[in-house]
């Protein structure tokens, strides 16, 4: 049993996150006292992002944070006007110290927060008692690369494909499974 508000995460009874729901016995009689605590305090991740000077007009940004403590997804979207940086707020955060905060777009790698490509490596934003300021982004232009791995003129199953950058000591994989 949950409550989904406007000025809160979803709510369940009894639990904080939904992995195991809690559920209300009607099969008898009407159940009282079935009781939800909105959070006491809300707090908000704010920022600003910095596109790349090839940006274009409409880029679009998908600011995300996430706890897995207790189970909070929230999130904002970002436009690029020709303006840089460009400033983001996601408001109305419950409190936690594990937040990890990420940047994702199609036309940009994703980031998460400090500059981290991958999200065992972020570092988490902590909302404990008052909300995170300058949780920052440098957005990069991107290359992708993409194909198909054949054998004998047929989709190779099982393959992983692994990009590596010698340069910006990066190494990215892609495991695809094709029916053939």
């Known amino acids: 049993m949950y409550i989904l508000s406007n000025v809160a995460p979803k709510l369940y009874y009894n639990k904080t996150n939904d992995s195991k729901p809690s559920f209300v016995d009607l099969t008898d009689s009407n159940v009282t006292d079935v009781n939800f605590n909105f959070p006491e305090y809300l707090y908000n991740i704010s920022g600003k992002i910095l596109f790349p000077e090839n940006a274009q007009k409409g880029d679009k940004i998908r600011v995300q944070a996430v706890s897995d ?3 909070a997804s929230k999130g904002a979207n ?3 006007h020709d303006t840089n ?3 983001y707020t996601i408001n109305d955060l419950v409190q936690s110290d594990d ?3 990420s940047v994702s777009s199609k036309n940009y790698p994703t980031l998460f927060f400090q500059t981290a490509i ?3 490596m972020a570092l988490p934003v902590s909302i404990l008692i008052a909300s995170a300021e300058d949780i ?3 957005l990069t232009s991107a290359a ?3 194909g198909v791995v054949y054998v004998d003129g047929n989709p190779a199953p099982d393959i992983e494909v692994i990009a590596e950058s ?3 000591q990066f190494a990215k994989g892609v495991k695809k499974w094709v029916r053939i």
């Open 69 to 71: 403590k207790i189970n």
């Open 78 to 80: 970002v436009i690029f």
């Open 85 to 87: 940086p460009v400033l």
């Open 99 to 101: 937040y990890i905060v």
């Open 118 to 120: 991958s999200r065992p």
């Open 136 to 138: 920052d982004f440098t």
């Open 144 to 146: 992708r690369i993409s």
């Open 166 to 168: 010698k340069t910006a």
